[in-house]
């Protein structure tokens, strides 16, 4: 039988980092040496202290169904949270825990957008924006950014692009920022906020690489710059990367009480809820603390300090210093317009450099940014010093 696929199936594509990794893995299992710089994902282990929390949670049978929203002692902890590292104030009415982050975000999508509601992404953005937005039938509108401004967008340009469209409905904002790792400031955002709250657009902040912020600077959550704004806003958060528990999949969203209520039911007929022992295991790593989130967050930006700066000395590269997250986005457009190897876009590039030089890097056409890759610096030092070697090797190649 031959059954036509729906629309929303023919328009998502495949995620670029999970295909480069797969292709990646499946040369070191044909017993390649690759260094794969693609995932989005700490290299380090979940902190014993969590692990152990699951594990208890196993041994006392806590291997139920819960509340499809969270257990309200997760819901609890998670407004005592956001209340001590961001001055938000929620109730556990309105906090819906979901498996990841990004459950959590196409959650929200459902619950607010309509037939071709317009969601304006910043762009380079993180590759599932676009797609899910596609997904709930809205259309995601690009606000184009660049290095001058560190990829921020600017709230005149904002203006400018919602006076454009016809059913405006909702931003999505993410600092610090994947691909980019900027991070925007509190006079920026409260600069954002304003336009937002002119045009009731509703804010949706992915705020998942908060405690990943280098060089001093804050974390700013963009609902703490006024009561109006934090009732104009959904906050999107989890334990994911901060944590080291990518695989335990655990996100949440904190905001008004009826969107919150109206993501938890569509929840409650898709995934349920959150496996029970990840939601123990993440109710310990919010209320405790062993220094671990410290050490991470030291070593990427010491990994950070040294990659950029190795960046910088090659020639023809140019690299913005990300500012958060563990992500680093060369320039490589010199290379796109002078190589003898027929390579004309960020794809092919990075397949080259994956075939010959065996490094894993994500093309930049996959957050919207062609003359750009993503190096993820979620890798070991030794790892990122061998990779540089090899990066520039293949640069060398092109131009042969």
């Given at each position: 039988?031959n059954?036509?696929?729906?629309?929303?199936?023919k328009?998502?594509?495949?995620?670029p980092?999970?295909?480069?990794?797969?292709?990646?893995?499946?040369?070191?299992?044909?017993?390649?040496?690759?260094i794969?710089?693609?995932?989005?994902?700490?290299?380090?282990n979940?902190?014993?202290?969590?692990?152990?929390?699951?594990?208890?949670?196993?041994?006392?049978?806590?291997?139920?169904?819960?509340?499809s929203?969270?257990?309200?002692?997760?819901?609890?902890?998670?407004?005592?949270?956001?209340?001590?590292d961001?001055?938000?104030?929620y109730?556990?009415?309105?906090?819906l825990v979901?498996?990841?982050a990004?459950?959590?975000?196409i959650?929200?999508?459902?619950?607010?957008c309509?037939?071709?509601?317009?969601v304006?992404i910043?762009?380079?953005?993180?590759?599932?924006y676009?797609?899910?937005?596609?997904?709930?039938?809205?259309?995601?509108?690009?606000?184009?950014?660049?290095p001058?401004?560190?990829?921020k967008?600017?709230?005149?340009h904002?203006?400018e692009?919602?006076l454009n469209?016809?059913?405006p409905?909702?931003?999505?904002?993410?600092?610090?920022?994947?691909?980019t790792?900027?991070v925007?400031?509190?006079?920026?955002?409260?600069?954002?906020?304003?336009?937002?709250l002119?045009y009731?657009?509703?804010?949706?902040?992915?705020?998942?690489?908060?405690?990943?912020?280098?060089?001093?600077?804050?974390?700013v959550?963009?609902?703490?710059i006024?009561?109006?704004?934090?009732?104009?806003?959904?906050?999107?958060?989890?334990v994911?990367?901060?944590?080291?528990?990518t695989?335990?999949?655990l996100?949440?969203?904190a905001?008004?009480?009826?969107?919150?209520?109206?993501?938890?039911r569509?929840?409650?007929?898709?995934?349920?809820?959150?496996n029970s022992?990840?939601q123990?295991?993440?109710?310990?790593?919010i209320?405790e603390?062993d220094?671990?989130?410290?050490?991470?967050?030291?070593?990427?930006?010491?990994?950070?300090n040294f990659?950029?700066?190795?960046?910088?000395?090659?020639?023809?590269?140019?690299?913005?210093?990300?500012?958060?997250?563990?992500?680093a986005?060369?320039?490589?457009?010199?290379?796109l317009h002078?190589?003898?190897?027929?390579?004309?876009?960020?794809?092919?590039?990075?397949?080259?450099?994956?075939?010959?030089?065996?490094?894993?890097?994500v093309?930049?056409s996959?957050?919207?940014?062609?003359?750009?890759?993503?190096?993820?610096?979620a890798?070991?030092?030794?790892?990122?010093?061998?990779?540089?070697?090899?990066?520039?090797t293949?640069?060398?190649?092109?131009?042969?």
């Open positions: 039988m059954f036509q696929l729906s629309h929303r199936a328009a998502i594509k495949s995620s980092t999970l295909t480069v990794s797969t292709l990646a893995k499946k040369m070191k299992s044909e017993g390649i040496d690759v794969n710089f693609g995932v989005g994902e700490p290299d380090f979940t902190p014993d202290y969590i692990k152990e929390a699951g594990k208890k949670a196993i041994d006392d049978n806590f291997t139920r169904y819960t509340d929203s969270g257990i309200i002692e997760l819901r609890k902890a998670i407004a005592a949270k956001l209340k001590k961001n001055n938000l104030d109730n556990p009415e309105e906090i979901s498996p990841g990004k459950a959590s975000l959650n929200i999508l459902l619950a607010v309509d037939l071709r509601d317009e304006i910043p762009s380079p953005y993180w590759v599932s676009t797609s899910q937005v596609n997904m709930v039938d809205a259309l995601p509108i690009l606000l184009e950014t660049g001058a401004n560190n990829f967008i600017k709230a005149r904002l203006e692009v919602i469209l016809s059913n409905k909702a931003l999505i904002i993410n600092s610090p920022n994947n691909p790792g900027s925007y400031t509190r006079k920026e955002l409260q600069k954002i906020a304003e336009v937002c002119k009731n657009i509703l804010i949706i902040s992915d705020e998942i690489y908060e405690k990943l912020i280098y060089d001093g600077l804050e974390h959550s963009i609902a703490s006024s009561k109006e704004v934090k009732e104009s806003t959904i906050v999107i958060n989890g994911s990367k901060a944590f080291a528990m695989g335990w999949r996100g949440y969203a905001g008004l009480r009826q969107i919150i209520k109206s993501a938890g569509i929840q409650s007929h898709t995934t349920s809820c959150v022992m990840t123990k295991a993440a109710l310990v790593a209320t603390n220094g671990s989130i410290e050490k991470m967050r030291k070593e990427f930006e010491k990994r950070r990659l950029v700066s190795e960046f910088n000395k090659i020639d023809n590269i140019k690299c913005n210093i990300p500012e958060g997250a563990f992500y986005m060369p320039n490589i457009s010199y290379y002078h190589n003898t190897r027929k390579i004309k876009n960020s794809i092919d590039f990075c397949e080259y450099l994956l075939k010959e030089n065996h490094i894993a890097i093309p930049g996959a957050f919207g940014a062609d003359n750009y890759v993503r190096f993820s610096y890798n070991s030092m030794e790892n990122i010093k061998e990779g540089l070697k090899r990066f520039e293949g640069l060398k190649s092109l131009s042969k």
